[in-house]
């Protein structure tokens, strides 16, 4: 069970719903069978245009694209997927992550849309899955971008501690941890966004059962990828090791091309320009 109690799940879906409802551009809204379970996929963007794969995060959704899609729909028939077993509108199903089924799961995401190959951006959680999935189906990746990717600088966990001890503290305490989690970079929202997000944050944390992080990938496998590589990440992550993140990449990928953004954590603003150059929009 992937919530806490059937009124947390009520609570997040309904929250969901009424985010969903405000998708920027127009779009098609697809539940497509795969061999794990239903999967719902925000498809935007003209049908004849380029295949764009998106991942989002851990504890999210696929409208965590939402400041993105306009450009990205302008350019790119773009597939919003939501991850299986994540508090989106996809199956709560968890594969083992240490196991091929993501990778046929998302075989079977892309047979169902007719798409044979893809340019995958993911984020955090989504990155991870885009990785492994370049990995193990690379005729079917284009090209991979990946924002704050978990899997290949090791996970950090004195956050967690500091996050059980600011949230003794209150509605103040519960702010400072999501702050420290996430990094500076939220500042840079308006207050509104920054409302909406700690709220959504707030909800998820209440009612949701984080999964156990996925394991790093090894050196071989990293020196697999043949596609071309973009990663953009922060120096102040709190969740995961950036410089490593770095470090490995150019050592084994070396025409990966990886950017740290200064005084940015887990959190990373859209890099709009940065990120449609790569895609080749």
């Not at 003209?46 to 409208?63: M, Q, R």
């Not at 090791?154 to 305490?173: D, M, P, S, Y």
């Not at 120096?235 to 200064?262: I, N, Y």
């Amino acid at each position: 069970m992937i919530y806490r109690s059937a009124a947390g799940e009520r609570l997040i879906q309904e929250q969901y719903r009424r985010t969903l409802a405000r998708w920027p551009v127009e779009h098609e809204q697809l539940r497509l069978p795969t061999p794990e379970g239903e999967t719902f996929v925000i498809a935007s963007g003209p049908a004849e245009a380029p295949p764009l794969v998106l991942l989002h995060g851990s504890g999210s959704d696929s409208t965590q694209w939402s400041d993105r899609i306009p450009e990205f729909a302008a350019r790119f028939r773009s597939y919003a997927v939501d991850i299986l077993g994540e508090p989106g509108g996809s199956a709560p199903n968890r594969p083992p992550s240490d196991s091929d089924r993501y990778a046929v799961w998302l075989d079977a995401v892309l047979d169902e849309l007719g798409v044979r190959d893809a340019r995958f951006m993911g984020i955090s959680l989504g990155g991870w899955m885009a990785l492994d999935y370049a990995t193990r189906r690379p005729d079917r990746v284009t090209r991979l971008a990946l924002c704050c990717p978990i899997g290949i600088g090791g996970q950090r966990t004195a956050h967690l501690a500091k996050a059980l001890l600011l949230n003794l503290f209150g509605e103040r305490g519960k702010r400072a941890s999501m702050r420290g989690l996430l990094g500076p970079a939220l500042d840079e929202l308006d207050p509104a966004e920054r409302e909406a997000l700690f709220e959504r944050v707030r909800l998820v944390t209440e009612n949701y059962r984080y999964r156990v992080p996925p394991p790093v990938f090894g050196d071989d496998t990293l020196r697999g990828l043949r596609m071309p590589v973009g990663v953009i990440a922060g120096t102040e992550d709190a969740m995961v090791d950036s410089a490593a993140t770095k470090r490995r990449l150019e050592a084994l990928v070396p025409h990966a091309r990886v950017r740290l953004l200064p005084s940015v954590g887990h959190f990373v603003p859209a890099q709009l320009a940065e990120e449609l150059a790569f895609l080749g929009g």
